[in-house]
């Protein structure tokens, strides 16, 4: 059975991650925008593209991911991948990369990620508090 992705789900998903209010992504997208229109579009499982591709440059989160972003898949292979920490035995003979090596890639890049979300949160604040100051 194939899954959809909700791209609305996702968006939501992202902006939440960057700290990033309905409010602030109403505005980043201009005068057309509202709080609810965000919360309504949010709840939409497929957006046309170039919104996505306006939004995408807003949070500075490629378009792709907003398409292909699938939580469910995410939480498997996490689950599936990682145990409790309990040790046990098993013969694996094919294995082409070391585990631990790939342990500490997904790490550095799960790192490197929170950095960019960081500083994209960081020049939208300095952005909005430019907007606030011209008031």
């Known amino acids: 059975m194939d899954q959809k992705i909700h791209q609305g789900r996702n968006v939501k998903r992202f902006r939440e991650m ?3 209010k309905q409010e602030a992504l109403a ?3 201009g005068e057309d925008w509202n ?3 965000i919360s309504l579009l949010e709840q939409k499982e497929t957006i ?3 919104l996505l591709e306006q939004i995408s440059e807003v949070l500075h989160i490629p378009a792709e991911a907003f398409k292909n972003f699938d939580e469910e898949q995410a939480v498997n292979f996490i689950s599936n991948s990682f145990d409790n920490g309990a ?3 098993q013969k694996n003979d094919g294995c082409t990369f070391h585990p631990i090596e790939k342990i500490i890639q997904l790490h550095e ?3 490197a990620l929170y950095e ?5 949160k960081d020049e939208m604040m300095a952005r909005l508090e430019k907007l606030l100051n011209k008031q």
């Open 18 to 20: 960057l700290g990033i």
């Open 27 to 29: 505005y980043e997208l």
């Open 35 to 37: 709080q609810k229109k």
């Open 48 to 50: 046309d593209t170039p």
């Open 87 to 89: 040790i046990g035995y």
């Open 109 to 111: 890049e799960k790192i």
């Open 116 to 120: 960019r979300m960081l500083k994209e």
